[in-house]
């Protein structure tokens, strides 16, 4: 199994641009999640979905989007970059069950500049 | 809402020898689990252990082990015989009722050779 794969690692986008942060999991979890690092912090929840075609927000929603098509693809887009939003984005992945850990992606660095 | 609070920015310990890290929570629910995760400068983040609420008995993996004290909403991490390989940020975590796992601000940990 790959577990959880992001990509890309690293981007830089400018003031304004638009961009799809890709996250993939081969384990069939039902739950699929998005986190923001900023630095220096722990992760704060953007978006979360508990199974395909249901989606809901976290902490931190306001400038992000995401869709859940399929159990195993759960991209994040971000529309119109801001500063604010560099970040390091991690994609996580669960089976039903509050004991069953959460496995991360590897993280995806974003700058906005 | 639950919140989650580790109290020491930084710890540092000499190798082999044993350190302990602090996480208090608050939350409203009886039921609930906790994790500590650890991510290494690979930025991987990796479950260390976890606790059920229910349970009296501590959480113990090898030489990773927890304090649990549920009246004092208290959850520290003992780590025993440090290595070289604990240098890390670590995570205090907690989930309860709608899946989602809140996070601390966590605590880097340096190892002293």
Known sequence: NAGVTQTPKFRILKIGQSMTLQCTQDMNHNYMYWYRQDPGMGLKLIYYSVGAGITDK???PNGYNVSRSTTEDFP???ELAAPSQTSVYFCASRRTGFYNEQFFGPGTRLTVL | AQTVTQSQPEMSVQEAETV???CTY???ESDYYLFWYKQPPSRQMILVIRQEAYKQ???TENRFSVNFQKAAKSF???ISDSQLGDAAMYFCSIIQGAQKLVFGQGTRLTINP
């Open chain 2, 57 to 59: 008995q501590n959480a």
């Open chain 2, 20 to 22: 302990t890290l602090s």
């Open chain 1, 76 to 78: 994040l887009r971000l």
């Open chain 1, 58 to 60: 976290g902490e931190v």
């Open chain 2, 26 to 28: 608050d939350t409203s």
């Open chain 2, 76 to 78: 520290s991490l003992k």
